[in-house]
């Protein structure tokens, strides 16, 4: 693999990684209703490449924020 090609990779694959990981932080930040619910929405948030697009299509708006004190 050359320079290049290795820049060229992790330059397509650090915007998913970091999508990823706000889908998964922004799940832990919600109440979606039951434990369930939610543990369906974190392990789908972690997949990797679709699973951040998902969460955003169809779970963003279905949680609300919890309040902090």
């Given at each position: ?10 330059g ?8 990823t ?8 930040q ?40």
């Amino acid at each position: 693999m050359t320079l290049k090609s290795a820049a060229i990779f992790v330059g397509l694959c650090v915007p998913f990684f970091l999508a990823t990981i706000w889908a998964i932080v922004d799940v832990a930040q919600k109440d979606f209703g039951t434990l369930g619910k939610k543990a369906l929405w974190w392990i789908i948030a972690s997949v990797p490449f679709i699973g951040f697009i998902i969460y955003l299509i169809f779970g963003f708006r279905k949680g609300k924020k919890l309040e902090t004190i």
